[in-house]
């Protein structure tokens, strides 16, 4: 079993930088691919940041790239996100999950187990 919690989220203005932190429990948390989704109102949840257990292969979607940097402390057991030049359409409920099964990074969310709470983030114009 494994359980996640983000924080970090908040209110910031077009050009802004935010920090999400995922913290997970689990012993075996260093053998997993960890993501970070994020969903939109009316939208549905889409791929933005993942990384392999070690932290050696990260994908990132196009509309975050060379923005947004994910990050992981296999000691600490947290996955972090780091924003940079945040956007107003990067508004959106961010969540953090976990793959079991895997060795590498992939996109589509049915392939991750487990699923933090989520944290809101709101990027005003």
């Known amino acids: 079993q ?4 983000e924080s970090g989220g908040g209110l910031v203005q077009a050009g802004e ?31 933005v940041a993942g990384t392999t257990w070690n932290g050696g292969s990260r994908l990132y979607a196009d509309s975050v790239k060379g923005r947004f940097t994910i990050s992981r402390d296999n000691v600490q057991n947290t996955v972090s996100l780091q924003m940079n030049s945040l956007k107003p359409e990067d508004t959106a409920v961010y ?31």
């Open 95 to 125: 969540y953090c999950a976990v793959d079991r099964t895997r060795s590498r990074v992939t996109t589509p969310s049915i392939m991750y187990e487990y699923w933090g709470q989520g944290t809101q983030v709101t990027v005003s114009s």
């Open 17 to 47: 930088s935010l920090r999400l932190s995922c913290a997970a429990s689990g012993r075996t948390f260093n053998r997993y691919v960890m993501g970070w989704f994020r969903q939109a109102p009316g939208k549905e949840r889409e791929f």
């Open 2 to 5: 494994v359980q996640l919690v």
